[in-house]
């Protein structure tokens, strides 16, 4: 159905191609997943299924990439159309029209289709995807996984023999990444349709894959094969295939099905030993050398970190309630917490987390209840004081960034946080060692970009960290490092509090789990205790190994060294 | 017949909103009167309330009530401080003359500010603010790109542009509400107009982020997608437009010009026959169809002939009460009412009455929510975000694409 013969492509004045020697072919009907860390041009190659690689971005192709037999160099993007679906990273700039029907009907206006043709496959498609309630509304008032499902929707009505995703799942909440990949899977099977997606989240899509591309590094030709296969040689894997591979299974499993039953030599030899005794309850001891030395920090203890002032708790909510518009994003929200304590705030799109968040650095004002950070209410203090208090990464670091050089952008946040020059940079020095001075912060990588952005927050030395989903767009290598460095954080005594729907992030980093859902908390308690007992917030080691409590692939590690 | 509650399929014609808006906009075109101004403005705002939508379009009424004040305030303005040509004999009082040089005659700073000169520039005002709240009215009422949708086929593209243009500004709006936050969590003053500024450039980057994303989707998506048009029918299509459109011109001059009264309206209309043909010859290059259009029925005739009424009627009293409708500002006299035509402004209050009552549809804060991240990660109903019905088993049929 899409095949590649020799194909490289180079980007205006880039030295090197951006990828080079792809020659495969994806069978129809296929669901074929393309792997690969950061920046080794998994766009690139998604983007030449379409045509918008050269036709929309420039640069050259050699090679030849054919679609149903189409040739993308005779054939522009919108005369592939038809065969084609495409939905980019953001489903905000894909939409053309401004309510979900109108949206859903696009695609086949511009075809031409019969308005009897069009109204029936709207109608379909609002039931495949679950949006027939959400078919009047105004597409601006939406939440991220409606905006998903709509964009998935509005190119299905086509019906197109290729689908072409971008990280359809990386934005959405557990259940409703799930609902996305059921919807592909029927797809696939029922439809006969051939899906291509590029996905960093693998724990959620490779058990569904029949093939997978893997680009190892940039500018080398690919992989194809058998997941199975691909898995135990990619650089990029999830939890149970790390698994699979400490425990030396073979073929490797894929899906937390699979592994369980490969499991039950593992579970006999982990039974006798408690995750806890030896690692789990302090986070900090787990990372790889950065509080191994003292035994990370004491529970609780306040004044960890040289220079911290942290009396008292740094944040203190009781019975808070956040109204925006009509609605009640949060009510009678109480949570403490204690420095060095990392929190992981978990809970489905729009249950307001990144409100309560928000609420802490004081951009809402409670409408019941009290909120204290740092012993004052966010809302009333002005931004300069609160920044000692309280430091939030948004879900889009760059909107913290103004400067056009990471120096500029340093010299910034020293001034902002009346540091001592130069506080900043050790900071980026320290989190990003490889980054000169002068790129321009658009040019880094996600990762990059959150780790600067992280720097700019922590110049100030907030004893509170707030991070909203920061794991979006991250690869397992610099996911990775941002948990190796939020585990240094906390032992040195900032409290952190994570909105995330990453659950291996979750099981990774935090000693406490708060779980939202309609603005309240319904669960609150140790990561161990929450997230095993939640089908959706579990993390694969946890459903693999279950009832045995173990939540990581280090933990299990560490635990089969000590017991050989 | 009580008017049903609003779905789509009996959505009433944006152009049966635009024309009722119109049609009130003439009225208040015709008349000085403030209270016959203020009837219509009353009258525009009941209709509003009682029929719009909770859609981010329908919050624009607000914003072209403030823009009509504005108007009124400035004209004010002006006529306090440049004089007014209106004689007048009752002094508020005398502003210090700023003298002009022999060139600048006619214009003059300063002076005598008279209570005839302001009151005169209060009603122009208020006529101009009165015309602009019926377009508000018409924007809040109806979908401004439904509108675009009824544009002939080889117009298309031209709405396509206002409808991004148009979903572009609110997208703006956010972004800087977003950057503003963020500025607070640099710790910087998240008010006033510097923060404003600064976070400019970062904005209009974002902007053309975005506008190149969405070029991008929408190239992929079909647009522009042309059928095969013979070249015979292409040609002909350019000999209509051009044609047409030197007719038009011609035939315009014609009217305008005393020599040519005889030929200018015969050879206008002609003008604008070979042009409408062109356009609709031109359409046949576009394969587009359209959903759902929104059908002309007969609550949209009654809104579209409410509004027609009231501008007709206006245009009538003119010649029976010319002095009613404008009421005089030398000598001052104090306006009153004129029965038969505050009646008839009135018949502009049947579309509260006859057009679809619109529904709730939840979506309250939608704009606050957007603000809040680009991924809209925010308060929205949950049954949204997680439907409870699985996806339906009904068959996903394949036609044949055409």
Not at chain 1, 316 to 335: C, E, F, Q, T
Not at chain 1, 527 to 541: I, L, M, R
Request: net charge neutral; aromatic share 4%.
């Amino acid at each position: 159905m899409i095949r590649f013969e020799q194909v490289s492509v180079t980007y205006g004045d880039a030295a090197a191609p951006a990828v080079q020697g792809i020659d495969l072919t994806v069978p129809e009907g296929e669901l074929c997943l393309l792997v690969g860390p950061s920046g080794v041009g998994k766009s690139t190659v998604l983007n030449a299924v379409c045509g918008l690689v050269p036709h929309f971005t420039g640069g050259t192709l050699r090679g030849r990439v054919t679609v149903d037999g189409r040739d993308t160099r005779t054939h522009k993007p919108r005369e592939l159309a038809d065969v084609v679906g495409t939905v980019g990273q953001d489903p905000l700039s894909h939409f053309v029209t401004d309510t979900v029907e109108d949206e859903l009907a696009y695609g086949m206006e511009s075809l031409g289709l019969a308005p009897d043709v069009m109204r029936r496959r709207v109608e379909e498609t609002l039931d495949l995807l679950g949006l027939a309630d959400l078919r009047d509304r105004a597409i601006a008032t939406l939440s991220g996984g409606q905006m998903q499902r709509v964009a998935i929707g509005s190119v299905l009505t086509t019906h197109p023999k290729v689908l072409v995703l971008d990280e359809p799942t990386s934005a959405l909440d557990p259940a409703a990444a799930e609902e996305v990949l059921a919807v592909l899977q029927r797809l696939v099977h029922d439809l006969g349709t051939t899906v291509l997606l590029a996905e960093h989240r693998l724990e959620r899509v490779v058990q569904y894959a029949d093939q997978v591309i893997l680009l190892p590094s940039p500018g080398t030709a690919p992989l194809m094969g058998d997941p199975a296969d691909i898995m135990a040689v990619s650089p990029v894997h999830p939890p149970v295939v790390a698994l699979g591979r400490l425990a030396g299974w073979s073929p490797l499993p894929l899906s937390v099905r699979d592994a369980r039953r490969k499991a039950g030599p593992l579970r006999e030899r982990l039974a006798g030993v408690t995750p806890g005794a030896a690692t789990r309850p302090e986070p900090g001891a787990d990372a790889d050398g950065a509080g191994a030395g003292g035994g990370g920090r004491a529970r609780g203890g306040s004044g960890m970190a040289p220079g911290q002032v942290a009396s008292g708790p740094p944040v203190v909510v009781s019975g808070l309630g956040v109204r925006r518009g009509r609605v009640d994003a949060l009510h009678g929200v109480d949570l403490t917490v204690r420095p060095g304590e990392t929190l992981a705030l978990m809970g489905r799109n729009g249950a307001g987390k990144s409100t309560l968040l928000t609420t802490l650095v004081g951009m809402h004002e409670p409408s019941s209840g009290t909120v204290r950070v740092g012993g004052t209410a966010p809302h009333r203090t002005s931004p300069r004081t609160l920044l000692k208090h309280v430091g939030l990464v948004p879900q889009e670091p760059r909107d913290l960034l103004y400067s056009d050089t990471v120096a500029a952008e340093c010299t910034a946040a020293d001034h902002d946080a009346d540091a001592p020059a130069g506080t900043c940079r050790a900071l980026v020095t320290r989190l990003l060692p490889d980054v000169p001075d002068s790129v321009h912060p658009r040019d880094l990588s996600e990762g990059q970009r959150l780790a600067l952005a992280l720097a700019v927050v922590l110049t100030a030395r907030p004893p509170l960290l707030l991070l909203d989903e920061p794991t979006r767009g991250l690869d397992y290598a610099a996911k990775a490092r941002l948990i190796d460095v939020l585990r240094s954080l906390a032992a040195e005594g900032h409290a952190i509090i994570l909105a995330t729907h990453d659950v291996e992030l979750a099981a990774e980093l935090s000693d406490r789990v708060v779980i939202l859902a309609d603005g309240e908390i319904v669960a609150d308690g140790p990561t161990g205790e929450v997230v095993v007992s939640s089908p959706s917030f579990a993390p694969q080691v946890s459903k693999v190994l279950a009832p045995l409590p173990w939540l990581t692939v280090p933990q299990v590690a560490r635990a089969l060294e000590a017991t050989p | 017949m009580s008017a049903p509650q609003a779905t789509r399929s009996n959505a009433l014609h944006a152009g049966a909103w635009w024309l009722w808006a119109l049609g009130l906009a003439a009225a208040a075109s015709r008349t000085t009167n403030p209270l016959l101004l203020g009837l219509l403005v009353a009258v525009a705002g009941y209709v509003v309330a009682a029929r719009r939508t909770d859609a981010p379009w329908a919050r624009s009424y607000g914003a072209f009530v403030r823009l009509g004040l504005l108007v009124i305030a400035i004209r004010l303005v002006f006529a306090f401080v440049l004089g007014s040509p209106v004689p007048g004999t009752h002094t508020l009082l005398t502003l210090p003359e700023v003298p002009l040089p022999d060139w600048a005659k006619g214009v003059r700073i300063g002076g005598r500010v008279t209570a005839e000169g302001m009151l005169f520039a209060l009603y122009d005002g208020l006529k101009l603010a009165t015309l602009l709240i019926c377009v508000g009215a018409a924007n809040a009422l109806a979908n401004p790109a439904r509108l675009l949708k009824s544009l002939p086929g080889a117009l298309y593209e031209a709405g396509v542009a206002v409808v991004v243009a148009m979903t572009f500004a609110p997208n703006l709006v956010a972004d800087v509400q977003r950057l503003r936050a963020a500025r607070r969590l640099r710790g910087r003053p998240d008010r006033g107009f510097k923060a404003l500024l600064q976070v400019g450039l970062p904005v209009l980057e974002g902007a053309l982020e975005r506008s190149v994303a969405l070029a991008a989707s929408m190239d992929a998506r079909g647009y522009g997608r042309t059928a095969q048009v013979p070249p015979a029918v292409r040609h002909t299509t350019s000999a209509l437009t051009l044609g047409g459109l030197l007719g038009v011109c011609a035939g315009t001059y014609g009217l305008l010009s005393d020599a040519g009264g005889g030929y200018g309206l015969p050879l206008l209309l002609a003008g604008l026959a070979a042009a409408l043909g062109g356009l609709w010859l031109g359409g046949r290059r576009s394969v587009r169809t359209r959903y759902r259009p929104e059908r002309w029925g007969l609550r949209a005739c009654l809104v579209a002939a409410s509004g027609i009424a009231v501008a007709a009627l206006m245009i009538w009293a003119n010649a029976y009460a010319p002095a009613a409708l404008h009421p005089s500002a030398v000598p001052l006299t104090a306006p009153d009412l004129p029965l038969w035509p505050a009646a008839s402004v009135l018949l502009g209050l049947l579309p509260a009455f006859v057009a679809p009552v619109p529904g709730v549809t939840g979506n309250a804060g939608g704009l606050q929510r957007r603000a809040e991240g680009p991924r809209g990660e925010g308060v929205g109903p949950v049954a949204g975000a997680r439907p409870s019905s699985r996806p339906s088993s009904r068959p996903f049929k394949k036609e044949p694409t055409q």
